[in-house]
């Protein structure tokens, strides 16, 4: 599990410079032909992860996102306003601060009960250590979304 860490703070550290090096107007910027912006992807990211490791091990209690960052960026949701810089300085916080308490979760042994859930692409997910391995494939994708995105911001 060391590996699929370090492999997922890479992927965050690519998120990061996302938030750092582009305006704010340039993440909330939905270009045309695309359902979502820069910044929803990194926030979805991180609420994908925290959704797959805790809520599926029966631990939802224990995420560090709120409810209204799930409520807004959980799967099948979409931008529905324009966020504020204080919100991307908090997003890049739960960029590491979320990976940085699962790995020290899962370290401790929390994460016993996994329930299975088969995803949209059609994969089974029986453990966290599978959940883990899927959000770094999902990160992946949206990371692919965002560089479609970055051309037209």
């Known amino acids: 599990m060391k590996r699929t860490f370090s492999i ?5 550290e690519i998120l990061l410079n996302y938030l750092n090096n582009y305006s704010l107007e340039q993440l909330n910027k939905i270009p045309e032909g695309f359902n979502n912006n820069l910044y929803w992807n990194i926030a979805h990211v991180v609420v994908s992860q925290q959704r797959l490791v805790y809520a599926l091990s029966g631990k939802p209690e224990e995420m560090l996102v709120s409810d209204e960052l799930v409520k807004s960026y959980m799967k099948g949701t979409r931008p529905m306003r324009d966020v504020t810089a204080e919100e991307v300085t908090e997003l890049k916080k739960l960029l590491f601060t979320t990976i940085d308490k699962t790995e020290e979760d899962y370290n401790n042994g929390m994460f016993e009960h996994f329930k299975e859930y088969t995803t ?10 599978e959940g883990m391995e899927f959000n770094n494939y999902h990160e992946g994708v949206h990371l692919g979304s965002m560089l479609g995105i970055r051309k037209f911001v």
């Open 120 to 129: 949209e692409f059609g994969y089974t997910l029986h453990s966290v250590e």
């Open 8 to 12: 997922t703070r890479k992927s965050r």
